[in-house]
Every structure is written in structure tokens, then in C-alpha cells.
């Protein structure tokens, strides 16, 4: 079975379920339901956000369930919020840091190019 596509391949626009059909009893309902659901994410952004709940949204359990750093979690945390048509941070974020040039930073800090101390000045220096 293949995912509900949260836009038309087309223009772009949102994608509007119109039938809905019982596999078990074939009974089938006509109707405009919403596709603004989970529907829009991944299959791997699904298990981040099960995995989420399940923790209770704890990042510190969630660094040890999937052996990712903060920062990476973080950015997957982000990257799901997106996919559901929210900017992250919201009014606490007004920074002039581009999100390019924080996620370059937070994936040097990942990767360990830099210490959290040099992530953290490069941050609060471009945000100057």
C-alpha cells in the first residue's frame, strides 16, 4: 500500500481524500477528509516520533534509545516539525544565524570537529 501524498504531484496544492473504504466489508464513505495528518512524514520520521512519544519526549532517553547526540536529535525533532508545516522555535528563535549555517555547525559539533564550546561560540558570534 503506498503513503498518502500530502501534496499533488501536479500544482502542489493539498491533497484531499475523497472516498474511504473498508477492506474487510467493502462499505466505502464519499466525503472531503483532510490529509493534514502524519500522513506527510517519512516512514523514518514516524518511528522518531513513536519513539518520541513512547519517551515521553525525553531527548536524554532518546540519545540512549538511538545512540544519537543532542544536536542530532534536535535537528530530527526540527526536520519533523517542518514536515508538518511549523517552523520550530517559533518567536523564542530570532537570531539572524540562517538555518544552513546553524545545521553546518551543529553537525561539525556532531561529528566532532569542533567542541560544544566551539559550537557555542561560532553561535552566539554569527548571531552578532
Known amino acids: 500500500m503506498y503513503a498518502l501524498p500530502s501534496q499533488c504531484p501536479i500544482c502542489g496544492g493539498e491533497v484531499v481524500v475523497t472516498q474511504i473504504s473498508c477492506r474487510d466489508c ?6 472531503r477528509f483532510s490529509s493534514r495528518t502524519f500522513s506527510q512524514l517519512t516512514p523514518e520520521q514516524m518511528d522518531f516520533v513513536e ?13 540512549k534509545e538511538l545512540g544519537y547526540s543532542y544536536p542530532t536529535i534536535r535537528k530530527l525533532l526540527h526536520d519533523v516539525i517542518r514536515a508538518l508545516g511549523y517552523e520550530p522555535g517559533g518567536e523564542e528563535d ?29 553561535l552566539k558570534d554569527k548571531e552578532k
Open 51 to 63: 519513539t518520541f512519544v513512547r519517551l515521553e519526549g525525553k531527548i536524554t532517553h532518546m540519545e
Open 26 to 31: 467493502d462499505t466505502t464513505i464519499d466525503g
Open 94 to 122: 530570532v537570531s539572524e544565524l540562517s538555518e544552513e549555517e546553524r545545521q553546518s555547525i551543529l553537525e561539525d559539533l556532531d561529528t566532532g570537529k569542533i567542541n560544544y564550546e566551539d559550537a557555542m561560540k561560532q
